[in-house]
């Protein structure tokens, strides 16, 4: 993540603080210094808070350590303000392993917790004669409540927060792994609201949640769509195979017409049947601009993305959309068709009504113009 920095790393983990962790911390200590009125006040609340922020810590290990049991790697864990951040490779598909990473982190804390609980017992700290404003003011018991709130807050089932993994692992377990998910980010988004709302009122890095969940939710439940959209298709299944493309010595204003004509607005460029690159929209126009309407068509080519092979899995040239929008596919030096996302999407589509059984044939052939 942008602006952090690795403090530590244990268990080969890198373990990260965000740049607004330390604003965070700054202004706990502050408000303690103002309100309480001494160094002593402010130094004492930003122990509980860097206590707090360990156990936040524990609590991520508790994920990516049990993540790792099951062959999944966690590349870092970055402390935030709104609390921590495990990034796992992937998360486990099957349900049940799913639950158990999920609910480890939250286990972590009931276990701190236990013990916080044990020592103030063993203490005689429940013993004493009650009087909430001492009671409230002991560290230790600060420490008890903040580890029980982080586990009823995470096993909120806010997708997805813990709870929300939780609970679409469970539902997974009685439905496909889709629409459990698109279950579970429903429910996600309708709690980000109510906790953004609650947040006005109460605590305003509920609203900070609110805003992580509700982003998260629809960005999950997106890409497991997606994934599952492309399962067992490669790029030879959604690629436009009919497609017009000219000849590199053909003026520029002839593919200019074409693309008039057509509708097509990338045009491919061939010499002797090899692919040279594509004429981009806007590529055109800039080279008629700079370099004439009789300048030949070779000129007018962009910077060229990779071509892709057309028994690759499609989930695999997504990443590939970010440098262009339309990608040429190609055997050898051959073009045998273009990929657009327009044509993804299509194809998405059919297979979501077929249930992915009927595949499209390709035709494989391309039209000229001479
Ligand atoms: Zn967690």
Same mark, same amino acid.
């Given at each position: 993540?942008?602006?952090?920095? !690795?403090?530590?790393?244990?268990?080969?983990?890198?373990?990260?603080?965000?740049?607004?962790?330390?604003?965070?911390?700054?202004?706990?200590?502050?408000?303690?210094?103002?309100?309480?009125?001494?160094?002593?006040?402010?130094?004492?609340?930003?122990?509980?808070?860097?206590?707090?922020?360990?156990?936040?810590?524990?609590?991520?290990?508790?994920?990516?350590?049990?993540?790792?049991?099951?062959?999944?790697?966690?590349?870092?864990?970055?402390?935030?303000?709104?609390?921590?951040?495990?990034?796992?490779? !992937?998360?486990?598909?099957?349900?049940?392993?799913?639950?158990?990473?999920?609910?480890?982190?939250?286990?972590?804390?009931?276990?701190?917790?236990?013990?916080?609980?044990?020592?103030?017992?063993?203490?005689?700290?429940?013993? !004493?004669?009650?009087?909430?404003?001492?009671?409230?003011?002991?560290?230790?018991?600060?420490?008890?409540?903040?580890?029980?709130?982080?586990?009823?807050?995470?096993?909120?089932?806010?997708?997805?927060?813990?709870?929300?993994?939780?609970?679409?692992?469970?539902?997974?377990?009685?439905?496909?792994?889709?629409?459990?998910?698109?279950?579970?980010?429903?429910?996600?988004?309708?709690?980000?609201?109510?906790?953004?709302?609650?947040?006005?009122?109460?605590?305003?890095?509920?609203?900070?949640?609110?805003?992580?969940?509700?982003?998260?939710?629809?960005?999950?439940? !997106?890409?497991?769509?997606?994934?599952?959209?492309?399962?067992?298709?490669?790029?030879?299944?959604?690629?436009?195979?009919?497609?017009?493309?000219?000849?590199?010595?053909?003026?520029?204003?002839?593919?200019?017409?074409?693309?008039?004509?057509?509708?097509?607005?990338?045009?491919?460029?061939?010499?002797?049947?090899?692919?040279?690159?594509?004429?981009?929209?806007?590529?055109?126009?800039?080279?008629?601009?700079?370099?004439?309407?009789?300048?030949?068509?070779?000129?007018?080519?962009?910077?060229?993305?990779?071509?892709?092979?057309?028994?690759?899995?499609?989930?695999?040239?997504?990443?590939?959309?970010?440098?262009?929008?339309?990608?040429?596919?190609?055997?050898?030096?051959?073009?045998?068709?273009?990929?657009?996302?327009?044509?993804?999407?299509?194809?998405?589509?059919?297979?979501?009504?077929?249930?992915?059984?009927?595949?499209?044939?390709?035709?494989?052939?391309?039209?000229?113009?001479?």
């Amino acid at each position: 993540m942008k602006g952090s920095w !690795q403090i530590v790393r244990i268990a080969g983990i890198d373990v990260k603080i965000h740049v607004t962790f330390v604003f965070i911390l700054i202004w706990f200590g502050l408000s303690a210094y103002l309100t309480g009125g001494s160094i002593a006040a402010a130094m004492t609340n930003l122990l509980l808070i860097l206590t707090l922020f360990l156990f936040v810590t524990l609590h991520e290990f508790g994920h990516a350590l049990t993540a790792r049991l099951f062959g999944i790697k966690t590349t870092d864990i970055t402390l935030l303000p709104i609390g921590g951040i495990a990034r796992l490779e !992937q998360m486990p598909e099957d349900p049940k392993e799913e639950l158990l990473v999920a609910a480890a982190g939250p286990a972590v804390n009931l276990v701190i917790a236990a013990g916080l609980f044990t020592g103030l017992l063993l203490g005689g700290f429940f013993s !004493q004669p009650l009087n909430l404003a001492v009671m409230m003011n002991n560290f230790w018991l600060q420490l008890l409540i903040a580890n029980i709130t982080l586990v009823l807050f995470n096993l909120v089932p806010a997708f997805p927060m813990d709870g929300g993994r939780i609970l679409r692992s469970g539902l997974a377990l009685w439905m496909d792994h889709v629409k459990a998910t698109r279950i579970a980010a429903h429910i996600g988004r309708g709690l980000a609201v109510l906790m953004g709302l609650a947040g006005i009122f109460i605590n305003p890095w509920l609203i900070l949640t609110a805003v992580f969940v509700w982003f998260g939710a629809g960005a999950e439940a !997106q890409t497991v769509e997606l994934k599952a959209g492309l399962k067992g298709l490669v790029v030879r299944d959604a690629m436009i195979s009919q497609f017009y493309q000219v000849d590199a010595n053909q003026p520029l204003v002839d593919v200019f017409h074409l693309v008039m004509t057509t509708g097509q607005y990338n045009i491919p460029v061939v010499s002797n049947g090899n692919f040279l690159g594509i004429i981009r929209r806007g590529d055109l126009q800039r080279a008629m601009e700079q370099l004439g309407n009789r300048a030949p068509a070779y000129a007018a080519i962009g910077t060229e993305p990779d071509g892709l092979e057309p028994t690759m899995p499609l989930i695999d040239a997504l990443p590939k959309f970010s440098a262009s929008q339309v990608l040429p596919v190609l055997e050898g030096r051959q073009l045998v068709g273009l990929l657009t996302r327009e044509s993804l999407q299509q194809r998405i589509w059919l297979n979501q009504r077929t249930g992915g059984s009927n595949k499209t044939k390709p035709t494989g052939e391309s039209t000229d113009i001479a």
